[in-house]
């Protein structure tokens, strides 16, 4: 083929499609069917509905349960055990006597002191009947009366110890294991016995800062130990600490709980329950219906058959269950089950509805 005629060749093809192009650019584009477009099927969901539940606002904490009163039973003289008046583990009365010393000897330098002030009352009586008469100086007759009040005081002083020999009671409440048996020679100090108050009992235990200004005098509460599991023991604040524990920012509160059976012992462990007040009304939804992106909480509502992203407000947390403080209101129906592939304005298809709230 010649050169002219390999030339026209390659202008024919380039022509056609040039040409091609053109009618295809300048035609109109194909109206699109409507049976084309895929739409998406709903989401298939697991929704519950807002409830509403009396909650009362309160604090759960740890305590240790401490006698009204509590004594260990010391000696303030020192001397041989004469005498054991109790049984260990049974009440006493306030001034029954515990436990007796031997008192010869404390008995004997009371003698000596009064025979002393016995003396010196008469030589005064004799140095104040002369001063009278001025037959004696004024230096002697003070001198009689200071000496009359030092054997007062020596008697006095000797009454007290000879009394001290005798322990007894402070308050009523229960004695313990006695540490001391009869004829035993004890020092000053020892201890003996203890003595215990148990009706009522007092209650300590700490809560965090925040409470603070919410804990006040007469607030109830309710006390479980793990000796009685199935009792709960009613109390009442009636003091709360004026300064708070540097350490661990918490306020040290203390409580009574009746204990007319003794059932409670000093030393228990006890789990508390504070009220901060009167019950109040307030809405849930189950834990699960909440979305939490960083300090923003959302929920999903199920409007006409689709998936409303809603912000709340959360307050409380319980078991199972959140508090909804602002966002919802009752009845409505909130996505518990399929968040994950839902986004706002979707459409979706409820599986099942929790129509009461969850168990406690």
Not at 139 to 142: A, G, K, N, V
Not at 231 to 254: C, H, I
Not at 316 to 331: D, F, N, S, T, W
């Given at each position: 083929m010649s050169r002219k005629g390999f030339a026209g060749l390659v202008l024919a093809a380039s022509l056609a499609v040039i040409s091609g192009w053109w009618r295809y650019t300048a035609m109109p584009p194909a109206a699109v069917s409507p049976a084309?477009?895929?739409?998406?099927?709903?989401?298939?969901?697991?929704?519950?509905?807002?409830?509403?539940?009396?909650?009362?606002?309160?604090?759960?904490?740890?305590?240790?349960?401490?006698?009204?009163?509590?004594?260990?039973?010391?000696?303030?003289?020192?001397?041989?055990v004469k005498a054991i008046h109790f049984t260990e583990g049974k009440p006493v009365r306030a001034g029954e006597v515990l436990i007796e010393l031997e008192q010869d000897e404390y008995r004997?330098?009371?003698?000596?002191?009064?025979?002393?002030?016995?003396?010196?009352?008469?030589?005064?009586?004799?140095?104040?009947?002369?001063?009278?008469?001025?037959?004696v100086s004024a230096?002697?007759?003070?001198e009689a009366v200071s000496k009359l009040k030092y054997s007062n005081a020596l008697v006095?002083?000797?009454?007290?110890?000879?009394?001290?020999?005798?322990?007894?009671?402070?308050?009523?409440g229960i004695v313990g294991i006695r540490q001391v048996s009869i004829g035993e020679y004890i020092d000053k100090g020892k201890a003996l016995v203890n003595?215990?108050?148990?009706?009522?009992v007092k209650l300590d235990f700490k809560v965090p800062e925040k409470y603070a200004g919410a804990v006040r005098r007469g607030l109830a509460l309710t006390a479980e130990v793990a000796a009685y599991p199935?009792?709960?023991?009613?109390?009442?604040?009636?003091?709360?600490?004026?300064?708070?524990?540097?350490?661990?920012?918490?306020?040290?509160?203390?409580?009574r709980l009746p204990n007319r059976d003794r059932a409670l012992r000093p030393g228990m462990f006890a789990h508390v329950h504070l009220a901060l007040g009167a019950p109040r009304r307030t809405l849930f939804v189950p834990e699960s219906a909440l979305v939490v992106k960083g300090s923003s909480a959302s929920v999903f509502r199920v409007v006409s058959g689709r998936a409303v992203a809603t912000t709340v407000a959360i307050g409380?947390?319980?078991?199972?269950?959140?508090?909804?403080?602002?966002?919802?209101?009752?009845?409505d129906s909130v996505v518990t089950e399929g968040q994950v592939k839902l986004r706002d304005g979707a459409p979706v298809s409820v599986l099942e509805t929790l129509e009461h709230p969850p168990a406690p």
């Open positions: 084309d477009v895929r739409v998406p099927p709903p989401a298939a969901v697991f929704v519950a509905r807002v409830w509403a539940e009396s909650v009362d606002d309160a604090i759960d904490a740890v305590g240790t349960l401490l006698a009204d009163e509590s004594v260990v039973i010391r000696p303030e003289v020192q001397g041989r004997a330098a009371l003698a000596q002191s009064l025979a002393q002030q016995e003396l010196d009352q008469a030589t005064f009586a004799r140095m104040k009947a002369m001063r009278e008469r001025a037959h230096q002697q007759y003070d006095e002083r000797d009454r007290v110890l000879l009394q001290k020999t005798v322990l007894r009671a402070p308050f009523d003595l215990e108050a148990l009706d009522p199935t009792r709960a023991f009613a109390g009442e604040v009636y003091a709360v600490d004026p300064r708070l524990e540097e350490e661990s920012r918490t306020l040290r509160v203390r409580a409380a947390r319980y078991k199972g269950k959140v508090e909804i403080v602002q966002g919802l209101a009752e009845g």
